[in-house]
């Protein structure tokens, strides 16, 4: 019988090696192109469209948004996230994306217990920490300035 360093030792040898820096170019690219198309989309919604920016920036967040559901309905982005990692998962889309699967991976339960009860699965926590840091940000701002 293995005990767990030689199981460890096992394993070490035959995980892939991973190129670091290959992966962080990949990610800040793929993360950059992602802006550079968010800020073409918001200049063609002001320039052919006459919005105003902040509502060019919503609206561009709202499409990006539903771009990303899109796309992991389809089964696309899965895929894509294999291969690009944090330049997907970072952005908006990965947080789209989160909501999207676990909507996906329960609709088969239904409206409630299923959609409902899972929509937030894996992005509530990111929701929760997000306004409570949001809250204590808010309130060191009235303290520091009044």
Known sequence: MMNKEEYKKLVKKHVPKKNKIKSLIIAFLVGGLIGFLGQVCVNILISSFGLIKTEA????????IF????LTALG???NWVSKV???LIIPTTGFAHSITSCALDYKKDG?????GSNFFKLAGSVILYGVISAFFLCVLEVIIHG
């Open 76 to 78: 696309f982005f899965d």
């Open 67 to 70: 771009i990303a559901s899109l």
């Open 111 to 115: 409206l409630i217990t299923g959609l």
């Open 57 to 64: 920036f919503a609206w561009t967040g709202l499409i990006i």
């Open 85 to 87: 990692k944090a330049g």
